[in-house]
């Protein structure tokens, strides 16, 4: 059965993809770069079912079932452990470049696992992970209730219990129980370890910052207070126990584009319950590259890069899983297919850079083909039963080649094939173009037999070399078909 609704829902598709586009590029909300690239991808959906015209029920409930996997996966990802971030604004230049437009300025990388994870949609956390440092660049909810920006990114300055208050001339400076407070970047006599600690040489007190990365903060970094100038500016300002003490399990959050930084200075401290996650790295744009934590030197990092690339390598080049349509087009199953087994692929497409091996009779494979014309393709499975230049044809239901009985391999010998359906005319109607596999083709049928209409060559025809995908190896889903295939 085909599903010509579909086009109507392409249509809806680029309409809903276009709104979610123009929604998330002017509503100007800090965070929500998920907004534009769920309109980004719906318009790809939209102008993929288009172009792709009708398919099938199936094909639809499986996609659907595929997409749920990956939004669930990504969902599970995005909550507990890591998200991205748009930058939205310059306060915190110049470590963070901060700008409006799509896929202009810093996105960065969050790790919400390192504090703790909190309940979605909720200030409150399910536990409490490693407590906040200063120094630590922070995602975090805002405590306005009117926010411009509901999610902002600043660095921690002040901690629990500390009493804060900025001065100190031209040069202002953060002091915290009268003490200035030492930036990494002020101090370059600090040893900075593998651990991401440091200690001040000949000193007591350990600064709990991350690795020394160039450019880690702003080697001129001050923090104003214009108190003519900005009246409502008076957190670590004034020297009142409301604004200069921090209360316990809160932080004074600062922007290091202090001169036009709206922060912690306006509206005070933040509770550790907003802290959505410590900012790990910026990843785009790529030249803007860098880790602030030092993940990048880790051992666990390394491997994880190494079993990346070795899986992207396999997936491009060796195999990969495949939904493949296993009894015609009523279910699926998936199938790890062996791509050398026939040759080498050209990555991202369905042309051959070379090819080896000789496909004998029996041999089974995956390959493209369309069930009817103006269908789109399925994926397919079977064994090759006739070679180029072979004559094929059925007695009654046993397979012919040059009119005499298969009598190996056994899996084709004794196969019984049924062709009740008028589509099913390869090997049965007459002429030369139904019986005579073209050069460079084959004669393909499947292990699962449709009386009613037979996916395989007795209905798509002839199977060109070039729509083979491979050999398929094992079903590995679902669980109750797992098999290796031989």
């Known amino acids: 059965m085909v599903w010509s609704g579909w086009l109507v829902g392409g ?34 959906i939209g102008v993929m079912v288009m172009l792709s015209g009708d398919i099938t029920r199936e094909s639809a409930i499986e996609w659907l079932r595929s997409l749920g996997v990956a939004v669930g996966i990504a969902l599970l990802i995005r909550w507990p452990l890591a998200e991205p971030f748009r930058i939205p604004s310059g306060s915190m230049e110049t470590t963070l470049h901060g700008d409006d437009r799509f896929l202009r300025g810093d996105r960065v990388f969050v790790n919400k696992w390192v504090y703790g994870v909190r309940y979605p949609f909720m200030n409150k956390r399910l536990w409490y992970g490693a407590p906040p440092r200063r120094w630590d660049i922070v995602v975090f909810k805002a405590v306005e209730t009117n926010a411009e920006h509901p999610t902002l990114v600043k660095r921690i300055v002040g901690m629990p219990g500390e009493r804060i208050s900025i001065h100190d001339g031209k040069v202002h400076r953060v002091f915290r129980n009268g003490e200035a407070v030492p930036t990494p970047e002020a101090a370059p006599d600090l040893n900075f370890a593998a651990a991401g600690r440091v200690r001040r040489p000949g000193g007591d007190e350990e600064l709990h910052v991350p690795l020394r990365i160039p450019d880690f903060m702003p080697a001129d970094q001050e923090y104003s207070s ?4 900005a009246p409502d500016m008076r957190y670590g300002i004034r020297t ?25 200075r306006y509206w005070g401290w933040v509770p550790n319950e907003h802290l959505v996650g410590r900012v790990s790295c910026i990843w785009w744009p790529p030249p803007r590259w860098r880790d602030f934590t030092g993940f990048s030197m880790t051992w666990w990092w390394r491997a994880l890069l190494a079993a990346l690339g070795v899986f992207v390598v396999v997936r491009l080049l060796i195999g990969r899983s495949y939904a493949v349509h296993a009894d015609g087009r009523r279910s699926v199953e998936h199938v790890y297919v062996d791509f050398l087994g026939l040759g080498l692929r050209v990555p991202f497409t369905r042309l051959w850079a070379a090819r080896w091996g ?6 089974r494979v995956v390959y493209w083909a369309a069930t009817h014309e ?4 399925l994926l397919l499975s079977g064994r090759i039963a006739g070679l180029p230049g072979e004559r094929v044809t059925f007695d009654n239901s046993r397979l012919l080649i040059d009119d005499k009985p298969v009598v190996s391999p056994p899996d084709l010998a004794e196969a019984r094939y049924q062709a009740a359906h008028p589509d099913a005319k390869y090997g049965r109607a007459k002429g030369k173009q139904y019986t005579v596999v073209p050069e460079d083709s084959y004669f393909i049928l499947t292990d699962h037999d449709e009386t009613e209409c037979p996916a395989d060559s007795r209905t798509v025809g002839w199977v060109a070399r070039t729509a083979l995908v491979g050999r398929p190896r094992a079903v590995w889903w679902p669980p109750s078909r797992w098999r290796r295939l031989h």
């Open 240 to 264: 009142e126990d409301e604004y200069s003490l921090i209360p316990e399990g809160h932080y004074l959050l600062l922007g290091d584009n202090s001169r036009n930084s709206r922060d912690g």
């Open 226 to 229: 214009p108190w003519g100038y």
């Open 11 to 44: 249509v809806i598709a680029l309409i809903g993809g276009g709104l979610f586009y123009v929604g998330g590029k002017y509503a100007r909300i800090s965070g929500f770069d998920w907004v534009q690239m769920g309109g980004v991808f719906l318009l790809a």
């Open 358 to 363: 000789r496909l004998e009779r029996g041999d």
């Open 374 to 377: 103006g269908a789109p393709q």
